[in-house]
């Protein structure tokens, strides 16, 4: 697999990015008929159920990245389950794919920095803008099963508009706090994930947390597993196996890499890293997949605590109902993880730094299909917010 790695360092942070093979191209999802709302300039999507709302989009626009300054506030997430967000597809899976979510271990993140939002075929403008073409597209509100609310402020729109799913959808949210089979004062393997069975074309966007008392080095790697459910004392440990090259469907994501993060120094911090991947059949119809996604930390330091947060979303709810021949079902919410062991401990507050490290060429940016980042950030030692 083609891979391009850039990588910045800066004030004890860490900023990757990878470009992995293009996905595979689908026929277009079967429609359901839905009013068809404008995406204004200011749209909030609100329910307590995890589902889309069909929305076209009348002329080009863009959505600011968050992680750059000036675009911190163009995404909010309130309420929700373990984990929220939304996101915006564009109809048959032939252009732009944008998620972005939250969950409660991430708040000091998110307080700092924003909502993540990740893209699986970005083009982003001066390093910063998501574009969203013109076209047709279905805006998914992802709840945890709790009533949630976002707000994305676009570019280049006008106007204000309040929408809800008009459409259920599968959806499945789990978190589960990174462990590891043999706890000891210093280093060791930390990980977490969780598996689904859902149909095609499935999205998924993960958020990770590892904090320590005490660091030199770790090494992150993201797990998935296609077919065969994981088993084992550590299933997303660094021996993770790699996506069936045989599986019914195809996964598109950085899935396998791993991502080295130095950053020496003693007292409380917090390394944070969101991912994201799209899973879809060889032949582009619908099918029941058993897939799995999970992080691990290979670590020195002296970990206090951690967490994986993720949320699954199935695209077509109306493909899923005909490939069971039964009515529409209820979505999923909440699923429990894969067991494992209790959390290593309490972990220690996390309070990201004021800045974040050098974001480089805006070249490297436009060469990733997905976004992966990793950061560190030292607390203060007197508390700062």
């Known amino acids: 697999m083609s891979r391009r790695v850039w990588i910045g360092v800066a004030l004890g942070g860490l900023l990757l990015l990878a470009a992995p093979a293009q996905g595979v191209a689908l026929a277009q999802?079967?429609?359901?008929?839905?009013?068809?709302?404008?995406?204004?300039?200011?749209?909030?999507?609100?329910?307590?159920?995890?589902?889309?709302?069909?929305?076209?989009?009348?002329?080009?626009?863009?959505?600011?990245?968050?992680?750059?300054a000036k675009y911190r506030g163009v995404v909010t997430v309130t309420g929700g389950g373990?984990?929220?967000?939304?996101?915006?597809?564009?109809?048959?899976?032939?252009?732009?794919?944008?998620?972005?979510?939250?969950?409660?271990?991430?708040?000091?993140?998110?307080?700092?920095?924003?909502?993540?939002?990740?893209?699986?075929n970005p083009d982003l403008q001066d390093g910063a803008e998501f574009t969203i073409p013109a076209g047709d597209y279905r805006l998914y509100l992802i709840t945890g099963g709790q009533p949630t609310s976002v707000t994305i402020k676009f570019l280049g729109g006008s106007g204000t508009s309040r929408l809800a799913p008009?459409?259920?959808?599968?959806?499945?949210?789990?978190?589960?706090?990174?462990?590891?089979?043999?706890?000891?004062?210093?280093?060791?393997?930390?990980?977490g994930g969780g598996a689904v069975s859902l149909t095609s074309p499935i999205l998924q966007f993960s958020l990770s947390r590892l904090d320590t008392s005490a660091h030199t080095e770790s090494v992150m790697r993201y797990c998935y597993f296609l077919g065969d459910k994981p088993a084992g004392p550590q299933p997303y440990g660094p021996a993770c196996a790699a996506p069936s090259?045989?599986?019914?469907?195809?996964?598109?994501?950085?899935?396998?890499?791993?991502?080295?993060?130095?950053?020496?120094?003693?007292?409380?911090?917090?390394?944070?890293g969101f991912n994201s991947s799209l899973t879809t059949s060889r032949t582009g119809e619908p099918v029941k997949a058993d897939i799995a996604a999970g992080v691990s930390y290979t670590t020195a330091g002296v970990v206090t605590g951690g967490d994986y947060s993720q949320y699954w979303l199935s695209l077509d709810?109306?493909?899923?109902?005909?490939?069971?021949?039964?009515?529409?079902?209820?979505?999923?919410q909440s699923a429990e993880p894969t067991p494992g062991a209790p959390k290593p401990g309490q972990p220690a507050p996390a309070v990201a730094g004021d800045q974040l490290p050098a974001t480089g060429a805006p070249a490297a940016l436009l060469l990733a299909p997905v976004l992966l980042l990793a950061g560190a950030w030292r607390n203060r030692a007197s508390g700062d917010s």
Request: charged share 15%.
């Open 166 to 191: 008009t459409t259920k959808v599968e959806s499945v949210v789990q978190q589960v706090g990174l462990t590891t089979p043999a706890p000891g004062p210093v280093g060791g393997v930390y990980s």
């Open 29 to 68: 999802p079967t429609r359901v008929s839905a009013p068809t709302a404008v995406l204004t300039g200011t749209v909030t999507i609100s329910g307590s159920q995890s589902g889309y709302v069909p929305v076209t989009v009348a002329k080009d626009m863009k959505l600011g990245d968050p992680f750059a």
């Open 245 to 272: 090259e045989d599986s019914p469907v195809v996964l598109d994501s950085a899935g396998g890499s791993s991502f080295l993060i130095s950053d020496e120094g003693v007292g409380p911090q917090s390394f944070y």
């Open 82 to 120: 373990d984990a929220a967000g939304f996101a915006l597809v564009q109809d048959g899976l032939k252009g732009q794919v944008l998620l972005a979510g939250r969950s409660e271990a991430y708040a000091p993140f998110v307080k700092k920095f924003g909502v993540p939002v990740n893209s699986l």
């Open 317 to 332: 709810g109306v493909s899923a109902a005909a490939l069971t021949k039964a009515a529409p079902a209820e979505p999923v």
